[in-house]
């Protein structure tokens, strides 16, 4: 069994959620009482949010990097973010230590194909939704993706996740507001999939919410750690996408 090094608590709601699935999923394969190896360093996220704001990336990314050499040295085969929005750094985090960086976006895109689904919705955090650092890497795995395009509803969606989905809150109104964008989606872009960009929407938007198939990238993301963990898959040199 491979060491899982896991960068988490951002938020600590979807780090609880990769902790529990991870080890479940590698307990319901493995039998007996049989859990993963996995090293976690839980980041203050009040700290990154904070830079976040002030657009001060490079120092998350040196922070984020230097977390990731650490969980190498104490043994980790490999490094997951538990998030999307920090994938933005993936590239310079994966130049930063010698074993692989295992891509969210690699592994959502892989779920959609094996589905035959290629034209995609996005949903996510503002960074993830504006920025190209997920959608570039989703369109080089082959996928189309669209995201909204309205300032309002990429506001809103964003303020949804960090103001109440990081919390645990889970508001009807936010589920309608959220099922309405992905609709209008579905008529104006004739998406056939969507992905859940962000890990906390899981929380928000279910399978029968909606009349086209749910791609979670959270789920994409552990079903591959738990196969690399497990050596059912081999990952042996960090993931690049020329």
Known sequence: MKTIGMIGGMSYESSLHYYERINDQVNQIEGGLTCAKLLIYNVNFQEIRKLMLENRWNEIGIELAKIAKTLEMAGADY???????MHKLADYIQSQINIPLIHIADCVAEKCKENNVVNVGLLGTKYTMVEGFLKNRLQKNGLKVTTPQMEENINEIDRIIFDELCK???????????????????????????????????????????????????????????????????????????
């Open 168 to 242: 645990g809150e889970i508001n009807e109104t936010s589920k309608k507001y959220y099922i309405d964008i992905i609709n209008n989606m579905i008529r104006q872009n004739n998406i056939e999939g969507i992905i859940l960009g962000c890990t906390e929407i899981e929380m928000l938007i279910k399978p029968n919410d909606i009349d086209i198939p749910i791609f979670d990238t959270t789920q994409s993301h552990i079903d591959t750690i738990v196969d690399y963990s497990l050596e059912r898959k081999s990952c042996t040199s960090p993931t690049a996408l020329d």
């Open 79 to 85: 490094i997951v973010i538990a998030t999307n929005t």
